[in-house]
């Protein structure tokens, strides 16, 4: 069974950095992809930023220049440092991967770290 485990989560002032990690555990192969996704009380799950394998990685709008998502080469880790955050940060943030197993995809989610960012 494939577990994704994150840490780091926790809280922080405003303009505060935080640096969210997650690995893999399970056996399984090489993730396609991995990536963070955030959800905020009352709102919709939403992706902050993404890696694939042997591409650049892709941030939402809204994090771009202040966040940056990072992938040990060649292991199922990632990470999100966070900086200056801001409140509108506050969350709970999903580590997610894509293992692909032609013609199946299968797709993983951690069990979320609470990030609170405070004024």
């Known amino acids: 069974q494939v577990q994704l485990v994150e840490s780091g989560g926790g809280s922080v002032q405003a303009g505060g950095s935080l640096r969210l990690s997650c690995t893999a555990s399970?056996?399984?192969?090489?993730?396609?992809?991995m990536g963070w996704y955030r959800q905020a009380p009352g709102e919709q799950r939403e992706l902050v930023a993404r890696i694939f394998a042997g591409d650049s990685p892709n941030y939402a709008d809204s994090v771009k220049g202040r966040l940056t998502v990072t992938r040990v080469n060649g292991q199922n880790t990632v990470y999100l440092q966070m900086n200056k955050l801001k409140l509108e940060a506050t969350a709970v943030y999903y580590c997610?991967?894509?293992?692909?197993?032609?013609?199946?995809?299968?797709?993983?989610w951690g069990q979320g770290t609470q990030v609170t960012v405070s004024s």
């Open positions: 399970g056996s399984v192969g090489l993730f396609a992809a």
């Open positions: 997610t991967a894509v293992e692909l197993r032609l013609p199946r995809t299968f797709a993983y």
